[in-house]
């Protein structure tokens, strides 16, 4: 039988984690994947908002397991997050969060959780699981040489006189078809594991290898790729701007699918301590779910004012840089659910909206604020770590939890 007070702590706890899905819907997530096509007059505000809820929700549940896995189990080892050490530091995360919200400072989700659910892991005693911070470390380092890299090659690709946009949307629009040929899906894999549509065509057919190469994969790889860039060129000898738009909508709605996916344990992966204490027997699909219906709340509420502040900044990006904004934030977000590491979706997104910045010449790059932005990132891991093993320490000093 469940205690009270068990019960109490599982419910603040999953009030910080409603309020943290909530932050993420109608923050980052919510309101940057759709906001260049907004830009771009593509599509309405609250067609926007309504979409990027509902394929939030969608990535959260098909894509989300293995940031939540890394997020609730596997940042400290040889330890259990008790009850009230998970709910301290969904607290801490949750208040960090919401003073960022208050006084306008861009506080990182990702790093607060992390660094809050580190530091309750090595206050119970736990051992640093240094294999998995090796793997956020480096991702968080590379993500803005990686997006901005990207960022700015596509750009200025797309900007080369030389390139005619007729066969640049197309060729990029392949290079997309190769991902999401190859990203996994728990939809598609046996109970409790993904698979991606490569790997389930491979699973069937089972063509031999030739020179260590899996055919079927290869195969269903270059289909899917050549299906999408012949669809957009077709489209591009129509009307090139639309088919632009177009592209545009269906990168914004990869990239809110892939938030979902990348984002939704940050919320909900403090929660399967409290889970396993109390022995509830909820399958993880349930668990993301849930998580994903927080996110699309907020998606619903708070993304629409968001999209409208950013679509105005996006749209003197125009959609050349949007586009080049847009795929990196797509790759890295994918990369992020693979490995299971939590990511910064701010951190995605600002770095490949720099890099296609310096493509077009732009001046207005203020690095200040870009610094202030880095500073903030890092005193969001720092903050979140030390209240959070100061607070466990507190409470079981007092009280012996």
Do not use: C
């Amino acid at each position: 039988m469940v205690s009270a007070g068990t019960l109490a702590t599982f419910l603040v706890a999953g009030g910080a984690s409603i309020f943290m899905a909530w932050s993420i819907g109608a923050g980052s997530s919510g309101s940057t994947p759709f906001s260049p096509a907004v830009g771009a007059n593509a599509i309405s505000i609250l067609r926007a908002a309504f979409f990027v809820g509902l394929l939030g929700l969608t990535g959260a549940t098909l894509q989300g397991a293995n940031v939540t896995e890394t997020v609730g189990r596997g940042l400290t080892s040889g330890v259990v997050i008790s009850p009230i050490a998970a709910t301290i530091g969904l607290l801490v995360a949750g208040i960090l969060v919401a003073i960022g919200v208050g006084i306008g400072y861009p506080i990182a989700t990702a790093f607060t959780v992390t660094g809050a659910m580190i530091g309750v892991g090595l206050a119970l005693g736990g051992q640093p699981a240094l294999m998995k911070y090796r793997e956020i470390g480096a991702l968080w380092i590379a993500t803005p040489f990686i997006g901005g890299g990207i960022s700015y090659t596509i750009a200025r690709m797309l900007r080369h006189e030389r390139v005619t946009e007729r066969i640049a949307v197309p060729v990029l629009g392949g290079f997309v078809g190769l991902i999401l040929a190859n990203i996994r899906f728990s939809l598609l894999g046996p109970s409790g594991e993904t698979a991606s549509i490569a790997g389930t065509v491979d699973a069937v057919v089972d063509l031999p290898r030739i020179l260590g190469l899996n055919l079927d994969v290869v195969g269903v790889t270059m289909l899917i790729a050549g299906a999408i860039a012949g669809m957009l060129y077709w489209d591009s000898t129509r009307d090139v701007d639309a088919a632009q738009q177009r592209f545009l909508l269906a990168l914004g709605a990869l990239v809110a699918f892939s938030a979902g996916g990348s984002q939704v344990g940050l919320a909900i992966g403090p929660l399967l301590p409290l889970i396993d204490d109390l022995s509830l027997g909820i399958s993880m699909t349930w668990v993301l779910l849930g998580g994903g219906v927080g996110l699309l709340a907020g998606s619903w509420t708070g993304a629409p004012r968001m999209i409208k502040a950013l679509s105005q900044d996006y749209s003197s990006l125009g959609p050349r840089r949007s586009i080049a904004a847009l795929i990196p934030s797509f790759v890295i977000a994918q990369a992020a659910v693979f490995f299971g590491i939590p990511v910064s979706f701010n951190e995605i997104i600002v770095s490949s909206i720099v890099g296609s910045g310096y493509a077009a010449g732009a001046t207005g790059v203020s690095r200040t604020k870009l610094a202030r932005t880095v500073v903030a990132w890092i005193l969001s891991f720092v903050l979140s770590f030390g209240l959070s093993y100061a607070g466990l320490f507190a409470v079981d000093s007092l009280f012996g939890a």
